[in-house]
């Protein structure tokens, strides 16, 4: 008997921890528009404007010069040494040598998790949160345990001992998204200190996922251009590895561009997941990223006070919804709020974006912990945030105010 006439003995499934993956709730309601004529989408995390034209100048200039090669696996020196400048200015001294490039943020969630975590390890996460810090772990074969933020009249907030209680000495790593997507909240500074020093002494690694920090709305006079960082706290050679992305503060979404700051100590073994992951982020995107950097932070800023009056006008023309209970988060780009038929958010979502072309994401999404809550990105001009305020009234009133 020949190989090729061996049996086939099952079917050709993924491993059991791939197949155990949650499918993203938002894409299901997105297919649920499908043929829908005349959708509003505020369901992904993206800007509806393009990235601004100096970047993307700076990506033909290099294109033409003919920046189509591989480059080192931690990225250009030129684009390293520029994020080291651009960390230190916000975070405190940082040298290109704790910089690596990525292919954005996602990509660097992913390295970060292989660089720490196996099969059988226990991580810890914040939730509701983005899906992707919660499922990446577990493609390793990680065991997620998930602490919720609580939801009161000050919107949401960490019950921090709750989180110590959960960081045990045998916890390998926690993952930790602030400002954070879908709610918007903000890890205060002193929550942060009390949870570094937690984990500096137990040996646990904090993955901390600051892709927003430039989406920040403090609610003082304090002018930061960050929400507090991790970076703020801890020193460059500890158990901390940050990750971050060039997709949120320059609209670089479709351009998967991104950087992890970490320990020496990783980088080499870092090189090797990025050769193997990826190799290395586009060459010509790298060029472009540079741009945005050293040209970027005037557009960033402006973007910053564009976002915040969209978030207040959003908040206020929700908060005249009756049965919308909505809060104006510090940090990020949307909002995470209740409405009648949100218990089922994920069938609540998909009638919107059916019957009013209304799309928005459901809090299930996010974990169980979201349920009850819809997420409305709001990184948009006000018209159109006034329209689809327009079709949730009509929704609402077709459905005797749900
Ligand atoms: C919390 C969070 N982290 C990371 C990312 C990754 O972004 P990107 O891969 O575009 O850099 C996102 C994107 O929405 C996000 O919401």
């Not at 499934?13 to 709730?25: E, G, I, K, T």
């Not at 045990?168 to 918007?184: A, H």
């Not at 990783?266 to 950097?293: H, R, W």
């Not at 958010?345 to 072309?357: D, N, T, W």
Request: aromatic share 8%; charged share 20%.
């Amino acid at each position: 008997m020949s190989e090729l006439d061996l049996p086939v003995s099952s079917t050709p499934n993924a491993r059991d921890a791939v197949r155990a993956l949650r499918p993203s709730q938002i894409r299901e309601v997105a297919n649920a528009g499908f043929g829908v004529e005349d959708v509003l989408p505020f369901w992904f995390g993206e800007s509806d404007r393009v990235t601004p034209d100096f970047i993307r100048d700076a990506a033909s200039a290099a294109l033409a010069a003919g920046a189509t090669f591989y480059t080192h696996n931690l990225g250009i020196a030129p684009l390293r040494a520029a994020l080291a400048g651009y960390v230190s200015d916000l975070h405190g001294a940082t040298s290109a040598e704790h910089i690596a490039v990525t292919s954005a943020g996602v990509n660097a969630l992913m390295l970060a998790a292989q660089l720490v975590v196996g099969a059988g390890d226990r991580v810890v996460a914040v939730t509701p949160l983005w899906p992707n810090l919660v499922e990446i772990p577990k493609i390793l074969g990680a065991h997620v345990e998930t602490v919720a933020l609580g939801y009161g009249e000050r919107g949401w907030q960490l019950d921090v001992d709750q989180l110590l209680a959960a960081l045990t000495p045998d916890t390998k790593m926690l993952m930790i998204n602030s400002p954070n997507n879908p709610t918007g909240w903000v890890m205060s500074r002193d929550d942060q200190r009390t949870v570094l020093e937690h984990c500096r002494a137990r040996g646990i690694w904090i993955v901390a996922d600051e892709v927003y920090e430039r989406l920040y709305y403090p609610d003082d006079a304090s002018g930061a251009r960050t929400a507090p960082s991790f970076l703020d706290l801890a020193t460059r050679d500890e158990r901390v590895i940050c990750v971050n992305s060039f997709s949120k503060a320059w609209l670089m979404t479709g351009w998967r561009l991104g950087w992890i700051v970490a320990p020496t100590a990783l980088m080499d073994d870092l090189a090797k997941l990025v050769e193997y992951n990826t190799s290395c982020a586009p060459s010509f995107v790298q060029q472009a990223g540079i741009a945005a950097l050293e040209q970027g932070e005037r557009f960033t800023q402006e973007l910053v006070r564009d976002l915040k009056t969209s978030r207040d006008h959003l908040v206020r023309a929700l908060s005249a919804v009756p049965g919308v209970d909505v809060k104006a988060p510090l940090g990020a780009m949307y909002l995470f709020f209740s409405m009648p038929g949100a218990a089922s958010s994920l069938e609540l979502c998909k009638a919107m974006v059916r019957e009013v072309g209304l799309g928005v994401a459901p809090g299930s999404a996010f974990g169980p912990q979201g349920e009850g809550f819809v997420r409305w990105c709001y990184a948009c001009d006000t018209a159109r945030l006034d329209a689809g305020v327009e079709r949730l009234r009509q929704f609402m009133a077709r459905h005797g105010g749900v």
